[in-house]
């Protein structure tokens, strides 16, 4: 097996800059990950050292690299590292009884290495197949920076391979809410992430619930122009509603039109890899969130609105009681406006306008 590398097509952001992503074996990840040290902040050898605060200094990866800084910190300022927090995450996934050849790994980096989302997948270990067949795995994330700029971020989540969308469920999120201060302590987090798998392993019956929860057209309606635009604003409101109607995801058409999330003039994208026709129930609509939250540039963005899913998916439930199983068949409810820009892909029977004239 090889000990180098891949780069990724992943395209992300952290604070405007880029970030690269590799994927690989824990040796090859492992030796990519940049080392720091803390070291007096002054103006050049020789001169007095400021009282206050110190640089955090990025260590040459190879002969040709020269010493780095990335950031400004105090004097109370506890160094993690990146090995060391990556290292501890694969510990506490060891310490459940994975097996090490089912774990695959992969890490994005800042361009100055300071941030670092490192993610641990578990083949096969708490698979979950969906009604449509489609396999969803279990994936460790986590969030570090060096500079002090970000807390450190442990979280449990689901990706549905047909469309990559990432999910995330139960109560799995660790989060040091000391910020690299002096209190800050990892020598418990291989523990804390044992017991985060344990919840996390439990997730599936949580879906299996979404999955027989159906709802309604006009609740989902409802529920995007109001508790989901207020989480996640309109533009997403209206996405998510339209992908759940139709299965394409859409743009607005005129950004200064008025009227909520799901009455803006919009046009049809593309079609959403995984996505039935319509939501028929709890499960869909959350695939629908999770292909819009995935989608966010920004990683810090995309994990936080990842994690809002279940809550959300609560208070659609609040609104929609359940009427029983959900339905082999389903049909194409009519949307509620007729001002839509089709792509010249979009086949005409699945058109949702072309549902709508045979509905109505």
């Known amino acids: 097996m090889s000990n180098t590398v891949s780069i990724m097509p992943d395209e992300s952001q952290w ?61 109370s300022y506890m160094l993690a590292s990146h090995r060391e927090v990556a290292s501890l995450c694969r510990e506490g996934i060891l310490s459940t009884g994975v097996a090490p050849e089912n774990l695959h790994y992969e890490v994005g980096l800042s361009e100055l290495g300071e941030w670092m989302n490192f993610r641990v997948y ?30 450190l971020v442990v979280v449990f989540g689901w990706l549905r391979f047909v469309c990559s969308n990432g999910l995330i469920i139960g109560e799995t999120k660790i989060e040091i809410k000391e910020r690299h201060g002096q209190r800050l302590e990892l020598a418990p987090l291989p523990d804390r992430i044992r017991n985060a798998f344990g919840v996390a392993y439990t997730d599936r019956a949580r879906m299996e619930a979404w999955q027989n929860h159906r709802v309604t ?87 936080s609105r990842q994690t809002d899913i279940p809550k959300l998916l609560d208070a659609l ?6 009427m029983g199983k959900r339905p082999k068949k389903r049909g194409l409810e009519p949307l509620r406006q007729s001002n839509f820009l089709l792509p010249e892909s979009m086949p005409a029977a699945t058109s949702p306008n072309a549902q709508r004239k045979t509905t109505t």
């Open 317 to 322: 439930r609040s609104s929609s009681p359940n």
């Open 217 to 303: 057209g006009a609740a989902i309606s409802e529920w995007a122009d109001n508790a989901l635009t207020d989480a996640w604003g309109k533009k997403a409101a209206m996405r998510v509603y339209h992908i759940c109607q139709s299965g394409w995801d859409v743009e607005q058409d005129d950004p200064f039109a008025g009227g909520g999330a799901t009455e803006k003039p919009i046009r049809y994208t593309q079609r959403v890899p995984g996505s039935p026709e319509h939501a028929t129930c709890l499960y869909d609509v959350s695939q629908a969130l999770s292909y819009v939250a995935t989608q966010r540039n920004n990683a810090e963005e995309r994990v």
């Open 122 to 151: 578990l083949r096969g270990m708490a698979r979950f197949i969906d009604r449509y067949g489609e396999e969803l795995d279990l994936r460790l994330e986590c969030f570090n920076s060096v500079d002090g700029s970000s807390r």
């Open 15 to 75: 604070r405007a800059r880029k970030v690269l992503y590799y994927s690989g074996r824990w040796e090859a990840v492992q030796a990519i990950l940049p080392e720091f040290e803390l070291v007096p902040f002054k103006a050049g050898e020789g001169e007095p050292s400021n009282p206050f605060l110190q640089t955090v200094m990025r260590k040459p990866l190879s002969a040709t690299e020269r010493p780095i800084p990335v950031g400004v910190v105090s004097h």
